[in-house]
T-cell receptor, first 112, second 112 residues
Framework: SQTIHQWPATLVQPVGSPLSLECTVE??????LYWYRQAAGRGLQLLFY??????ISSEVPQNLSASRPQDRQFILSSKKLLLSDSGFYLC???????????FGQGTRLTVV | KQEVTQIPAALSVPEGENLVLNCSFT??????LQWFRQDPGKGLTSLLLIQSSQREQTSGRLNASLDKSSGRSTLYIAASQPGDSATYLC???????????FGPGTRLSVLP
């Protein structure tokens, strides 16, 4: 069966520090991968999605970047965190346009 | 650009009641629509996926319907239980890209 792993579960980082959040999927190949952010009291905002290794699409200009070094690995990064980067980050995957999407358990990031 | 709305924003009902959550989308050219549940501080759990060619899907006490022509989906919960308390989100996967757009969610409280 397929599973998705996200880590860490919580993270407190100072302003200006770098960030690396990792997401991996098991039990499937060539998934579409997504990073979402959920800010306090707000809805889910799509940040990045990827349809294959090295293929990244960005939905909104921001302080973050994403990479997909392997088929089932998706990484969210920042060189210098801002206070506004605080939020709940969720990774998701699906295999094709008409299939279900599945989410990880999320990373709670607090920038102080 | 696809926009998804959900009403009501919050709902509080006594245990045992049947209830309906509403989801509206502006662009009827969708591939599918998916309903999720989110418990506080947790990731999203998939509840039901409705393909664009389907009218409804059922899982246990949950029934989701889709009317593409009117841009609406409803999630019906029968015989609600306190364990159903959570935020319910709908997401539309559109024809123009690889993305799914989320509604803001309905926060449900089922009182014992």
């Amino acid at each position: 069966s397929q599973t998705i792993h996200q880590w860490p579960a919580t993270l407190v980082q100072p302003v200006g520090s770098p960030l690396s959040l990792e997401c991996t999927v098991e039990g499937t190949s060539n998934p579409n991968l997504y990073w979402y952010r959920q800010a306090a009291g707000r809805g889910l905002q799509l940040l990045f999605y990827s349809v294959g290794i090295g293929q990244i699409s960005s939905e909104v200009p921001q302080n973050l970047s994403a990479s997909r070094p392997q088929d089932r690995q998706f990484i969210l990064s920042s060189k210098k965190l801002l206070l506004s980067d605080s939020g709940f980050y969720l990774c998701a995957w699906r295999t094709a346009k008409n299939t279900e999407a599945f989410f990880g358990q999320g990373t709670r990031l607090t920038v102080v | 650009k696809q926009e998804v709305t959900q009403i009501p924003a919050a709902l509080s009902v006594p245990e045992g009641e049947n209830l309906v959550l509403n989801c509206s989308f502006t662009d009827s050219a969708i591939y599918n629509l998916q309903w999720f549940r989110q418990d506080p501080g947790k990731g999203l759990t998939s509840l039901l996926l409705i393909q664009s060619s389907q009218r409804e899907q059922t899982s246990g006490r949950l029934n989701a319907s889709l009317d593409k022509s009117s841009g609406r989906s409803t999630l019906y919960i029968a015989a609600s239980q306190p364990g159903d308390s959570a935020t319910y989100l709908c997401a539309a996967f559109d024809n123009y890209g690889q993305n799914f757009v989320f509604g803001p969610g309905t926060r449900l409280s089922v009182l014992p």
